[in-house]
């Protein structure tokens, strides 16, 4: 059978997923659920071939799914700060030492003496393997958890998230929008002044420089406050609905009680003792809050100008990171041998598979989600060519 020509090829690969557009593109919170889902999975495991296989799946999918936007360049940048938590715990563990003990001598460094309440802290002395390793270890999971985040901050749009909140949450939203589109703006502007002083052949560099150019830029910035504001008030910011005072205290309750349990089921999540009641009350802490945005929402007075649609596209890739999340849970009290290998001790760890198949659901949404379109790209001045001008008719 002879094979399809090649334009007919990216038609079959985009069966399982469309290309992406405005009306179905995947909703934001879809991919944080997701990546927060893999988070948990990291949290829970200290082995790092099952954290080094959650980074990969992350990555692939990231690669796979990531736009040209410059929010989605900051992938980099966070695999970048997870290389240095590593070090930062790998230094750590050498210089001011480890709970851990061992019997793998590595290096003996020279130990300060400290006071007599500075007990139990040390600076030098004995540097063992074991130690090491688990500092190693820790090191690892925490990047994992920081890959995790980024994975999520380069595929969901800042500014669409922060658009689909409720309405309780509508000025924390524009804050939050207005201090991060402040920091690209500035930056734009002192490559733009400093541009243009090269250009009159004068120095953008030293005190004298910044500060030539840093007034400016502070004008800049200025002026753009107040046009944000008067823009701001002439589209009625700040308007509040009429809401009774019990409703209010309704939703305040709500709320702060919803917070509190949040943070303590997740809290009960993350360690090895507080699983059993970690996950209920989680939940009802998430429905409280839930209803205290809901009822906080009536005090806000907006229309939201074409919705993101939570679509079954959405409901696959949220899923796949709650099944992570789940089935590591679940293993992580059944195989806690193979998901938390000891030092002490020192021992190779190895892949256990049922985890390792858990983990590989989180590779879904590289095929359910909607893909990308192609960046275009700059053609240089060098291949560009002229276009042809008509011939000029002679005359006399």
């Given at each position: 059978m002879a094979d399809p020509a090649p334009e007919d090829r990216p038609a079959r690969r985009l069966r399982l997923a469309p290309q992406a557009h405005r009306s179905n593109a995947l909703h934001p919170g879809a991919w944080w659920l997701?990546?927060?889902?893999?988070?948990?999975?990291?949290?829970?495991?200290?082995?790092?071939?099952?954290?080094?296989?959650?980074?990969?799946?992350?990555?692939?999918?990231?690669?796979?799914?990531?736009?040209?936007?410059?929010?989605?360049?900051?992938?980099?940048?966070?695999?970048?700060?997870?290389?240095?938590?590593?070090?930062?715990?790998?230094?750590?563990?050498?210089?001011?030492?480890?709970?851990?003990?061992?019997?793998?001598?590595?290096?003996?460094?020279?130990?300060?003496?400290?006071?007599?309440?500075?007990?139990?802290?040390?600076?030098?002395?004995?540097?063992?393997?074991?130690?090491?390793?688990?500092?190693?270890?820790?090191?690892?999971?925490?990047?994992?958890?920081?890959?995790?985040?980024?994975a999520a901050n380069a595929l969901a749009s800042p500014a669409r998230l922060l658009k689909s909140l409720p309405g309780a949450l509508y000025e924390v939203g524009v804050a939050v929008v207005v201090a991060m589109t402040f920091a690209p703006n500035l930056i734009a502007d002192v490559q733009r002044l400093r541009a243009a002083r090269r250009l009159r052949g004068r120095p953008d560099k030293g005190v004298r420089g910044l500060l030539q150019v840093g007034l400016p830029v502070l004008e800049g910035a200025l002026e753009r406050s107040v046009a944000l504001a008067a823009a701001m008030d002439a589209r009625g910011f700040g308007r509040t609905a009429a809401v009774p005072a019990r409703v209010r205290r309704t939703t305040a309750v709500l709320t702060l009680g919803g917070l509190m349990g949040v943070c303590a089921g997740t809290y009960g999540l993350l360690t090895a003792d507080g699983t059993t009641y970690g996950l209920p009350v989680l939940g009802v802490g998430l429905a409280a809050a839930l209803g205290g945005l809901w009822l906080g929402g009536r005090r806000s007075v907006r229309s939201r100008y074409r919705p993101d649609r939570w679509g079954l596209r959405a409901w696959l890739v949220a899923g796949s990171g709650a099944a992570v999340a789940t089935l590591m849970i679940a293993a992580s009290s059944s195989a806690s041998d193979a998901l938390n290998p000891g030092v002490v001790p020192l021992v190779a760890p190895t892949l256990p598979l049922l985890p390792a198949a858990a983990i590989l659901i989180g590779l879904l949404p590289a095929f359910v989600a909607p893909v990308p379109p192609p960046a275009e790209a700059p053609v240089s001045a060098r291949s560009a060519k002229p276009p042809r001008m008509p011939a000029k008719e002679k005359t006399s």
């Open positions: 997701w990546a927060l889902g893999l988070a948990t999975a990291a949290s829970r495991t200290t082995n790092p071939l099952l954290i080094g296989l959650l980074i990969g799946v992350a990555g692939y999918v990231v690669a796979a799914r990531r736009t040209s936007a410059p929010w989605a360049r900051s992938y980099g940048a966070f695999v970048k700060l997870a290389l240095v938590v590593i070090g930062i715990r790998l230094v750590f563990a050498i210089v001011l030492g480890s709970p851990i003990p061992g019997t793998h001598l590595i290096v003996t460094l020279p130990e300060v003496p400290l006071p007599d309440w500075a007990q139990g802290v040390r600076i030098g002395g004995r540097v063992t393997a074991e130690g090491v390793v688990f500092a190693l270890y820790d090191g690892v999971r925490l990047a994992g958890l920081l890959i995790c985040v980024g």
